[in-house]
Nanobody
Framework: QVHLVESGGGLVQPGGSLRLSCAASGVIFRGNTMAWHRQAPGKQRALVAT???????NYADSVKGRFTISRDNAKNTVYLQMNSLKPEDTAVYYC?????????WGQGTQVTVSS
């Protein structure tokens, strides 16, 4: 069974940085995609960044150049480095994992960007 646990959220001032982590268990090494999504109050959940097991990445236009997704396979952990944060980045951030068995989600971590 796949289990995902996010951490690293918090309160940060505009222009600041945060690094989110998603620790995964029950995952397989190849043929998977990990991703970060976010859901702001009153809005639908939106894709932020994806990273395949082959190393391909994709980013939402709103975060290109500011956010970086990466993974440490030895630790089964995916990261989202967020720089130059803006108030509009405020949301609950969710990690997801997809392989041939299905799509799995973490519980989310709150990120608040405010002065």
């Amino acid at each position: 069974q796949v289990h995902l646990v996010e951490s690293g959220g918090g309160l940060v001032q505009p222009g600041g940085s945060l690094r989110l982590s998603c620790a995964a268990s029950g995952v397989i090494f190849r043929g998977n995609t990990m991703a970060w999504h976010r859901q702001a109050p009153g809005k639908q959940r939106a894709l932020v960044a994806t990273l395949t097991s082959g190393g391909s990445t994709n980013y939402a236009d709103s975060v290109k150049g500011r956010f970086t997704i990466s993974r440490d396979n030895a630790k089964n952990t995916v990261y989202l480095q967020m720089n130059s944060l803006k108030p509009e980045d405020t949301a609950v951030y969710y990690c997801s994992y997809t392989d041939y068995r299905g799509n799995y989600w973490g519980q989310g971590t709150q990120v608040t960007v405010s002065s």
